[in-house]
């Protein structure tokens, strides 16, 4: 049984990779906390992005400083994202539980899949591309995660090479075919579609028209090649005035947020006495709860 533990990597370098905690994080992040309902949820980061976005997502989850591993097995990690590719399988491995990208929009409870060992998803049709890690629930120890991670021993990638999504993607499907009985696939559509093609970004970003079945369970917005078209910079009224699906689905989420936040300084006094207002009433229903308990 996966257990309902979620949580994130991010800023892994000091700059964060030109990409700044922004509203694409922040509402993904937000999409997952309260679709998925986790019993916790912690946003690890070994430099701490700062902002009005990043106030926001504080009030979400646990932040926890962390260093990410360097090397494995005497291999170098000289990317980030190798390095954030390590974290989340040692973690896993340590806890179990629900890892997602923070570029990652949640549509639906992840709930049908919690009875599984470990759950992963095709990226390409029928896995042409692999098995993609930005999306990995597991169990705690589980034996296709020792898999993987031992298969770290013959890592080599430099950065952006031939052996980029070697260990990340292509690996694990080469580990799924020789033992399936430890882990379930789901198809491309249930994490991974549209496909980060710049012809199925527009699906996503551009044009009205994709709207997620049931089998769909979330949407990987491939930050990386999607950041400067479409989302740097991304405001409230910009998500409020174009009508496209990422667009549609985070309005909700920034609804109460002034047209232009994230420009300015801070979180405005009204959001920050709203949650406080939260907090109380949450620690005063913790507080009788308890009472009525030792009764």
């Known amino acids: 049984m996966i257990p309902k533990n979620l949580f994130f990597c991010f800023g892994l370098t000091p700059d964060f990779g030109g990409k700044p905690w922004s509203l694409v994080h922040y509402v993904c992040l937000r ?3 309260e679709r998925i309902n986790p019993s916790n949820a912690c946003l690890y980061y070994e430099y701490e992005p700062e902002g009005s976005w990043w106030e926001l997502t504080k009030q979400l989850v646990t932040v926890e400083h962390i ?22 399988l040692t973690t896993l491995l340590k806890k179990g539980g629900i890892y997602l990208d923070c570029d990652v929009f949640v549509h639906r409870n992840f ?67 020789l033992h399936p009985d430890e882990l379930t696939i789901l198809p491309h559509t249930a994490f991974f579609w549209p496909s ?54 985070a309005r909700p989420f920034v609804a109460q947020l002034p047209a232009d936040f994230g420009q300015t300084g801070g979180p405005p006094l009204y959001w920050r006495t709203l949650q406080t207002m939260k907090r109380g009433a949450l620690s005063l229903q913790r507080m009788f709860s308890s009472r009525n308990d030792s009764l």
Request: proline share 6%; aromatic share 10%; hydrophobic share 40%.
């Open 196 to 249: 980060c093609s710049g012809e199925d970004l527009e699906r996503i970003f551009g044009v009205p028209g994709f709207v997620p079945s049931e089998e769909v369970y979330a949407t990987h917005l491939w930050e990386a090649l999607a950041w400067q078209k479409y989302l740097h910079n991304l405001t409230p009224q910009a998500v409020r005035q174009i009508d496209a699906p990422f667009h549609n689905w």
């Open 67 to 88: 260093k990410a591993p360097g090397t494995i097995f005497g291999n170098r990690l000289i990317h980030p994202a190798h390095r954030a590719d390590v974290f989340r």
């Open 111 to 177: 709930d049908p899949l919690l009875s599984n060992r470990v759950v992963l998803g095709e990226e390409g049709q029928a896995g042409s591309v692999g098995l993609c890690n930005a999306i990995l629930l597991a169990e705690a120890g589980a034996p296709f995660l020792t898999r993987w991670h031992d298969a770290y021993k013959t890592f080599r990638s430099k950065g952006r090479d031939d052996y980029w999504n070697e260990h990340s993607v292509r690996l694990p499907l080469q580990l799924a075919r």
């Open 31 to 33: 999409s997952a906390v």
